[in-house]
């Protein structure tokens, strides 16, 4: 594995970091914003992508991709990262629709469907987990009836991230109530115009995840991924896409959230305490590993291998790095952490109450090691 970059990965990373630059010239820092003008931005970032040509950098030219590897994708995400760049809107669109439906899609689909997300026509969310399921996703009861030319639908589902700006849904169904739990599964690509969606408020007091109402929802045969009945494996690409195309970012975030533990502590004499030393000695071990486990991941996708179980323990390292690095920066500014009489005291509560998502949302921290004792240490499953 080599941590350098290559003569032309280096002339693409100042291509893409001279565009990003330009591109953010009138873009504010999102952090102090509230979410409706983050998500205003998020929309026109998304906008700048898909007319600069920033959309499926690693997608085939023949539907409409740039033809590069994945490696070029990860350093164009790497440096909006860097230059605190919004979340596009469309961000599960691009990071995982599009792939999954390059993975599994027929001709049909892929005519259909890659070309929107390219020009960020229709923004996409993910409809996986339900009420009551826990992190069990293949205990999902949301049902799908054959009828003539399709399917009726029925169910809801919960934690739904932008599902009030989408269009389109990657929806988890169970198409056969008599199958093993995880083959009556099916993958459909609905029409989010017929769901009922209700935002869930966050702790934070934003609204970004939802609860979605599938009532009597129609979805045509030709909008089954992968085939009835094989919505499970296509779902665990989705999932894998999902752990896997932020990879570089992650290790950004991991270090962004150290380095404030380094600046709060100096401002505030705590680097004299050893004790305070030693917890950001083994925040910055851990987000170092975020760094290289992210290089790996990088590095087997380029060499052909498709994102398997091993972006289970990135994301669970990477989560765990920077609720603890947001948990000490509250500890450390003393009572204006919890008072938040001060700009900086607010930012940083803020920060740490958004971070507690992080083992919950993209698959729980139950489910990343789940995944880890079954497929990696070949342990019996624990349900």
Request: with cysteine; charged share 25%.
């Amino acid at each position: 594995m080599d941590f350098e970059d290559s003569a032309d990965e280096l002339r693409f990373r100042a291509e893409a970091a001279e565009w990003i630059t330009a591109a953010m010239a009138d873009i504010p820092d999102q952090e102090p914003l509230p979410q409706a003008e983050r998500e205003e931005w998020s929309r026109l970032w998304q906008d700048r992508l898909s007319a600069g040509g920033w959309v499926g950098l690693s997608w085939p030219k023949e539907v409409g991709g740039r033809g590069m590897d994945a490696l070029a994708q990860a350093i164009f995400n790497e440096e909006c990262a860097k230059a605190g760049a919004p979340y596009p809107l469309n961000g599960v669109g691009m990071m995982l629709a599009g792939p999954t439906i390059l993975t599994h899609g027929d001709d049909a689909q892929k005519a259909r469907y890659l070309p929107p997300i390219l020009a960020g026509q229709e923004y996409w969310c993910q409809g996986f987990s339900e009420p009551g399921s826990g992190s069990d996703l293949a205990s999902l009861r949301t049902s799908a009836k054959k009828v003539d030319g399709g399917w009726i639908v029925n169910g809801s589902k919960i934690w739904t991230s932008n599902a009030h700006h989408a269009t389109k849904c990657m929806l988890l169904v169970r198409t056969d109530a008599e199958a093993g739990k995880h083959a009556g599964i099916s993958y459909l690509l609905a029409d989010m115009d017929q769901f009922k969606v209700s935002s869930l408020v966050m702790i934070n007091g934003d609204t970004e995840f939802n609860e979605m109402f599938i009532d009597d929802v129609f979805v045509a045969d030709e909008d089954v991924l992968g085939g009835i009945g094989n919505g499970w494996p296509v779902a665990l690409t989705t999932l894998a896409f999902e752990r896997g195309s932020m990879a570089l970012n992650l290790w950004v975030w991991a270090r962004e959230a150290v380095d404030r533990i380094i600046e709060i502590a100096l401002e505030t004499g705590a680097i004299d305490d050893p004790a305070v030393v030693d917890q950001i000695g083994a925040l910055h071990c851990d987000a170092e590993a975020v760094r290289v486990g992210s290089m790996r991941m990088v590095g087997e996708t380029r060499a052909g291998a498709a994102p398997g179980p091993e972006t289970s323990a990135l994301k669970s390292l990477w989560a765990g790095v920077v609720q603890n690095a947001n948990r000490l920066a509250v500890q450390l500014d003393g009572t204006s952490g919890v008072l938040l009489d001060t700009e900086g005291a607010a930012a940083r509560m803020r920060r740490y109450l958004r971070a507690r998502a992080h083992t919950i949302e993209g698959g729980s921290e139950e489910v990343q090691k789940s995944i880890l004792a079954e497929r990696v240490l070949d342990l019996p499953r624990s349900r």
